[in-house]
């Protein structure tokens, strides 16, 4: 469902957009998702939809579901053959993955506008970058900021604080683009004000302390939050 009145709100004039990878730019999570289900199904166990969506987003989620199903299968599971087939599934169907619709033309809209863009992501720099490099999205931005850089990642501001000291750019100047409630937390907590445009497996998640709440990057609503002006990129370094 989405928010109304998109300009309702007087900010100050926007000069970077920064957006979160997984979810997002592609849809990392229903492969994630579909990863679990298929591991639950080849050890016969019954997958929860409402159990992953409680955990959802947490590296410990992982391990405790890697440990409730060793709890249940006993001795004989291998929780590193688990583990690593699992994670080599979730890399498949990524790789078959194709950007978000409306991404490639918000960001290039973005780049025309004058507006500097960063990647905000709690995965590390080995999964984001490469798959960037793969959808031809990589060297539109002009910051890369990944998990592994941080103390704490979502949803702790650190990430987004982070960006925007790379690209030069106060709070209040930047506009996030979040697919979860997490990442919401985390630029709220960093002073940005936050578009969500949830994917399949977070649209259910609580998005109320949004700017606005999209369906995709279709919606021409988010280039009225984004703003900018038509003089190309001057910030970046």
Same mark, same amino acid.
């Given at each position: ?67 409730a199903m060793s709890e249940r299968l006993g001795a004989g599971f291998d929780v590193e053959m688990c583990r690593e ?8 169907? =990524?790789?078959?993955?194709? /950007? $978000?619709?409306? !991404?490639? &033309?918000?960001?290039?809209?973005? #780049?025309? *506008?004058?507006? %500097? ?29 990944t998990g592994d850089e941080v103390r704490n990642r979502k949803p702790a501001p650190d990430l987004f604080l982070l960006a925007l000291d790379r690209l030069g750019v106060p709070a209040e100047a930047a506009v ?27 649209? =259910?998640?609580?998005?109320? /302390? $949004?700017?606005? !709440?999209? &369906?995709?990057?279709?919606?021409? #609503?988010? *280039?009225?939050? %984004? ?11």
């Open positions: 469902m989405l928010s109304a009145e998109p300009g309702r709100t007087r900010r100050p004039r926007t000069r970077a957009v920064l957006l979160d990878f997984d979810g997002l730019i592609m849809d990392t999570e229903s492969c994630l998702l579909r990863s679990w289900a298929e591991e639950y199904e080849r050890v016969g166990l019954p997958f929860s939809l409402a159990d992953w969506r409680r955990d959802f987003g947490s590296d410990p989620g992982h391990q405790q579901r890697l440990t087939r699992r994670w080599q599934r979730h890399q498949e169907l =990524a790789t078959a993955e194709a /950007a $978000a619709p409306g !991404v490639p &033309e918000f960001l290039e809209w973005a #780049a025309v *506008r004058g507006l %500097a863009s960063a990647v905000v992501s709690s995965s590390p720099r080995s999964w984001v970058v490469p798959h960037l490099d793969r959808l031809g999205l990589l060297a539109g931005f002009d910051a890369v900021c996030a683009f979040e697919d979860s409630s997490i990442g919401l937390a985390a630029a709220t907590a960093a002073g940005v004000p936050c578009v969500v445009v949830p994917n399949p497996v977070t649209r =259910a998640q609580d998005f109320t /302390a $949004a700017l606005y !709440v999209a &369906e995709s990057f279709a919606d021409p #609503a988010l *280039r009225t939050f %984004a703003g900018g002006s038509p003089a190309g990129r001057t910030i970046v370094r």
